[in-house]
């Protein structure tokens, strides 16, 4: 039975003390799950991943990182490697965000090598993959996404399904309000774990999390739970408020206490 993830990417927003604000507000909320296998989880800017492992150290909020380097030490200046992330005992790193791969012009092959170095620091990755706007209007989202699964997961060994969450973000739809519907997102979720299947097993397929990303809110993160492979959401802007992102974690574990996925 796979979980339900609620991930929020803060990218570059928040400093220290907004950062301890937020963690503090979840805590006082967020104390367990209640039975539910509902896994929240914060990724905030560098300097701030120690600081929040200390704040979420008795809650059930996992922190990632959002991004790792693809060296593994040296001169490197301003980079961050998967052993440093490791050496903080984070669990979880986002790889492959549009926003890598569109500002700094990161291939499939890059945000390969990311996930092979989290890997092998026994830290999962969260694997983005998503078409923009012109690919969708061109009829051609499944065949960017088998590419995009296909460099992205090259020669890399998938066993139980629990090394890897993927995260299908549209790139139309992030940050700009406009939202898949509960069908469009189905669509692809359904697309990606027959890739999987199909490559690893049919077992691992059923195992691993996808996350739906892309203008995830309150408002609509209850339909998008209603598809059979959504099982979550990496979300952005509503991830910066704390009532909001607490709202979703509620849904999430009401969900998962009704339905069992």
Known sequence: MRE???????KMHKGLDDSKKFSRELTGVLRSNDGAKVIPIIAPAYPFLAVLQREFENSPVKVAAQDVSVHDDGAFTGEVSASMLASLQLPYCIVGHSERRAYHAESNEIV???????????????????????QRDAGITAKVIKEQLTGCLHQI???????????YEPVWA?????????????????????WLSVQYSEHLAESLCILYG???????IEELLNMPDIDGGLIGGAALKADAFVKMVEIAQKYDMEHNK
């Open 174 to 194: 992030i940050g700009t309000g406009r939202t898949a519907s509960g069908a469009q997102a189905q669509e692809v979720h359904a697309l990606i774990r027959k």
């Open 112 to 134: 390969r090598e990311k996930a092979e170095k989290l890997m092998l620091q026994k830290i999962v990755p969260i694997l983005c993959i998503g078409e923009t706007l012109e």
């Open 4 to 10: 339900l993830i609620i991930a929020g990417n803060w």
């Open 157 to 167: 060994n998938l066993y139980s399904g629990k090394e890897l969450i993927i995260a």
């Open 214 to 220: 892309g203008s995830v809110k309150p408002e609509n």
